[in-house]
C-alpha cells in the first residue's frame, strides 16, 4: 500500500491563522523597508542635483574637464577634474593592495588551515579594523606610515624616475600613502565579506571536486571561489563604495592639492577631500559646485556598481 502523497503547500495550509498573518505582515513590512530604502536615496540624489543645479546650469558639462578651481567672487571657476582622477587613482590603489590579501586571507579564514580557536581570534582581529575611526587611520598614517613610505618611495624615484608613477619624491602626503590607507580600511570589508560567501557554499561542494582528485587547491580556485564569486565582488564593490566617499583619513594624507600628476608619490585630492576642506566656509556658486562634486561621486558610485551587477551576471551565466 503506497504511502499518502503530501503536496508541499499542506504543511503552510495546516498552520494557524494567526501565524500565516504574522508571515504577511513580516513580508509586507520587509518589503516597505526597502521600498523605502530606494526612495530616500532618490530623494538624497533629487535634494543634491536640485541644490547643484545653478552650477551645472552655468558650467555644463566643462566642470568634468576643467581643471580650474577659484572661488573668488567675480572670477569664479570651477572644474573637477583633478579630483575625480585623484578619487579613482586613489581608489584603484587601495583595490590592487586590497583585493589579493582579502581574498587570500578570506580563503585562509574560511578553510581548516589553522585550527578553529586561532580562526576565531583572527577573524574577530580582522572585525576590530572596521570599527577603528577614520580620523584615527588619519594620524597613523601620517606618524607611521609615511615615514615607513618615505625612504621607499624615495628609492623609486631615485632608480626609476624615467617611469611616470615614480618621476616626483615622495615629500610626504601623496596618492601612495593615501591608496595604502584605504586598502587598510576597506581589508575587513572584503575578507568578511569574501569568507562568509565561501563559508556558506555546501560542503557538498568540496566532497565532490576532492572525490574527483582535484587537489585542495584546485578545488579552492576552480570550485569554491567561481560559485561564491557573485558574493566576493559584491564585497569588493561595497569597499570600493568606501574608498571612493573616504573622507577625513584620505585628507589628512592625500596632499589636497588640486591638479593630476602621473606620479603616485605627488600630492593630490579627491571629490570627499574637497567637500571636507571647502563646504564650511563656501557661499554662493561655491556651494552649488560643490553640490555638483558630490553630485559627480553619486553618479560614479552608481557606475560602479552597475558595472559590478553586469560583471556578476556575466561570471554567473558562465558558471
Do not use: C, H
Not at 553619486?298 to 552597475?306: A, K, M, Y
Amino acid at each position: 500500500m503506497s504511502a499518502p502523497t503530501v503536496s508541499p503547500d499542506s504543511n503552510f495550509k495546516e498552520r494557524p491563522e494567526s501565524e500565516k498573518i504574522l508571515d504577511k505582515g513580516f513580508v509586507g513590512l520587509t518589503t516597505a523597508f526597502a521600498i523605502a530604502i530606494g526612495v530616500i536615496l532618490l530623494l538624497i540624489a533629487l535634494v543634491i542635483f536640485i541644490r547643484a543645479l545653478p552650477a551645472i546650469q552655468t558650467f555644463g558639462l566643462g566642470f568634468l574637464t576643467s581643471s580650474a578651481w577659484n572661488p573668488v567672487r567675480g572670477r569664479e571657476e570651477f572644474g573637477v577634474l583633478p579630483v575625480i582622477y585623484g578619487t579613482l587613482v586613489s581608489s584603484l590603489i587601495a583595490l590592487l593592495i586590497a583585493v589579493p590579501l582579502g581574498i587570500g586571507s578570506a580563503i585562509f579564514l574560511s578553510e581548516d588551515f589553522i585550527p578553529l580557536n586561532a580562526r576565531t581570534i583572527l577573524v574577530f582581529l580582522v572585525q576590530l579594523l572596521a570599527a577603528i575611526p577614520s580620523v584615527v587611520y588619519g594620524l597613523w598614517g601620517i606618524f607611521v606610515l609615511i615615514p615607513i613610505l618615505r625612504p621607499l618611495g624615495n628609492w623609486l624615484n631615485g632608480n626609476f624616475s624615467w617611469i611616470p608613477l615614480f618621476s616626483t619624491p615622495l615629500g610626504g602626503p601623496g596618492m601612495l600613502p593615501a591608496g595604502v590607507i584605504l586598502a587598510i580600511m576597506i581589508l575587513p570589508i572584503i575578507i568578511a565579506i569574501s569568507r562568509d560567501s565561501l563559508a556558506a557554499l555546501p560542503p557538498d561542494l568540496r566532497q565532490a571536486s576532492l572525490g574527483l582528485g582535484a587537489t585542495r587547491w584546485e578545488t579552492i580556485f576552480r570550485v569554491l571561489i567561481p560559485a561564491a564569486f557573485s558574493g566576493i565582488v559584491g564585497g569588493i564593490m561595497l569597499a570600493l563604495g568606501r574608498a571612493l566617499g573616504e573622507t577625513m583619513a584620505v585628507t589628512m594624507i592625500i596632499g589636497n592639492s588640486n591638479r593630476i600628476s602621473a606620479s603616485i608619490l605627488a600630492p593630490a585630492n579627491t571629490i570627499a577631500s574637497l567637500l571636507a576642506n571647502q563646504f564650511a566656509e563656501a557661499s554662493g556658486m561655491q556651494v552649488s559646485a560643490l553640490m555638483y562634486a558630490g553630485f559627480v561621486l553619486l553618479v560614479l558610485s552608481l557606475v560602479v556598481n552597475i558595472f559590478a551587477e553586469l560583471i556578476v551576471n556575466r561570471v554567473k551565466a558562465k558558471y
